[in-house]
């Protein structure tokens, strides 16, 4: 999201007698898991009266490690903010994490007590019943204390650090094979990568047909899963470190599989 952009949208949105209410910044967007500039965001938020909500599900893990807490920066700014330990916190899923500034705004929104749900603990205990739609939940923190038990937080730092070596280790198999490009920035675990082989001059459209080949037969060999997107129209490759057993043996394996099959093609 570009700040500049955004400041202006929401100047044309004031001029034309509507009132923007929310902005949803991003940390570790789907595609290519890039960071919105949420100082910036923020900034812009705070002066115009706009709820910031940030969109964590997948990176923001990340910033139990301290080198990337960074990730956190402008977060005096958010009033509400997601994070999904069932991405990348090796937690079964579903387990999302909510976290809100103004508790008091979310029951006020959420809030409905008929008379048969009233108790003479009321106000006493934390009600989730008043935090969002659901009444009946099933204890999902649970799982997620026992893996936060079982691993420590240094061995969910160092698991979640390794993850990140891993892929730059990939990233750079990629980039010292010619035949191959980097989409993308890398500044998790998830590379973005296709082959285009540079003296082949394949048009755009050829290389989502040999990129889609390539993807679907690394696939087929049910050795590794690849997945694919768009960035600005150009078909992309996904390759993602996130399970607790990945090894660097299975990045290596990865990489051969890959680079056979773009071979055979
Ligand atoms: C995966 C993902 C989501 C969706 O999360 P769910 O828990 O499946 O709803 C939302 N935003 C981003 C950036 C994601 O990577």
Redesign the pocket.
């Known amino acids: 999201m570009r700040p500049d952009v955004l400041e202006q949208a929401v100047r044309n949105d004031s001029t034309e007698g509507r009132k923007p209410f929310a902005v949803v910044a ?1 940390i ?3 595609s290519t898991t890039s960071v919105d500039p949420v100082p910036e965001i923020g900034a812009i938020c705070r002066r115009h009266h706009i709820w910031l909500h940030v ?1 964590g ?2 990176a923001g893990m990340a910033a139990a490690i301290p080198e990337y807490r960074w990730i956190m920066d402008g977060f005096e700014y958010v009033d509400s903010y997601v994070t ?1 330990p069932h ?1 990348w916190l090796f937690t079964p899923i ?1 387990a ?1 994490l909510f976290f809100v500034r103004s508790e008091q705004q979310l029951r006020q929104a959420f809030s409905i007590i008929p008379e048969y749900l009233t108790t003479s603990v009321q106000g006493t205990a934390i009600d989730f019943m008043n935090y969002g739609p659901q009444l009946g939940r099933r204890f999902r923190s649970l799982k997620l204390w026992f893996v936060m038990r079982m691993f420590g937080r240094d061995g969910l730092t160092n698991r979640l650090r390794e993850h990140i070596r891993l892929a730059r280790l990939f990233q750079s198999f990629i980039e010292s094979n010619r035949n191959f490009e980097i989409m993308a920035p890398v500044p998790f675990s998830v590379v973005c990568f296709r082959i285009n082989p540079p003296d082949k001059l394949l048009s755009e459209s050829e290389l989502e047909q040999v990129n889609t080949r390539l993807m679907d037969m690394v696939n087929a060999t049910g050795k590794v899963y690849i997945s694919h997107t768009k960035l600005n129209g150009r078909y992309t490759l996904r390759f993602a470190v996130g399970n607790i057993r990945t090894t660097e043996n299975h990045i290596r394996a990865a990489w051969e599989v890959i680079r056979e099959c773009a071979e055979q093609i």
Request: charge should be negative; proline fraction near 0%; hydrophobic fraction near 10%.
């Open positions: 991003t570790g967007t789907t969109d599900a997948y999904n991405k579903d999302s």
